[in-house]
């Protein structure tokens, strides 16, 4: 693996009720829950493939006995618990830079089109670039990559709305980083995002 780069994914714990509530309002908890639970999985995979080191950041506790492995190239570590995303988020991003990797990109568990290959493609911008963002269609964003800490980026976000995004470029700008941005995807949050899924991945996912 590549101990210059490492890959933050946030995950929830898949506990019933607690994770996919935006979905779970039209489908009901334990479908909420399967859909989860496979997205976790599909997670797992992508992130398997790509070439750096992989650190878990769980959201209430860690699981030592789920489907992450806790053995290099993949590490469990538990999330600030302030309850702001932002000061979560910043809090694994300084972990990581304290650790000595170079090129830090962060993935949440929400985005079924997410990659591999996009992922590879945000560490390979990171070689000429200080910055990268992947933006979801709803406003928000499924990846932010950086070569050094940035608090700026992590502040003054009104999380989960349509102007995450567009306010994180702005601190590109104010900041002078250099950055791109990735192909724009979908994040699911609720029962329309499901339409941008195959109809069998659906059933499959959702049982």
């Not at 959201?59 to 190239?73: G, T, Y």
């Not at 979801?136 to 976000?157: A, I």
């Amino acid at each position: 693996m590549n101990k210059k780069h490492l890959l933050i994914i946030f995950v929830k714990n898949p506990e019933l009720g607690k994770c996919k509530t935006r979905l779970a309002a039209t489908i009901g908890n334990q479908k909420a829950l399967n859909f989860y639970k496979n997205m976790l999985k599909r997670t797992k995979e992508v992130a398997e493939d790509v070439n750096a080191d992989k650190a878990v950041y769980y959201s209430s506790f860690i699981d030592e006995n789920d489907l992450w492995s806790n053995q290099r190239p993949f590490y469990k570590y538990l999330q600030n618990l302030n309850p702001d995303l932002g000061i979560k988020m910043q809090s694994a991003f300084e972990e990581a830079f304290q650790g000595g990797y170079e090129s830090v990109c962060i993935i949440g568990s929400d985005c079924y089109d997410l990659d591999e290959k996009v992922v590879d493609q945000a560490f390979k911008s990171l070689e000429s670039k200080d910055a990268v963002l992947g933006p979801c269609n709803d406003g928000g964003y499924y990846l932010l990559g950086m070569n050094q800490l940035h608090p700026e980026l992590f502040k003054n976000k009104n999380w989960s709305t349509e102007t995450v995004a567009s306010d994180s470029i702005q601190d590109f700008k104010n900041l002078n980083l250099k950055y791109v941005l990735l192909e724009e995807l979908t994040d699911i949050d609720n029962e329309e995002d499901l339409m941008s899924i195959p109809d069998e991945v659906i059933e499959e996912f959702l049982s």
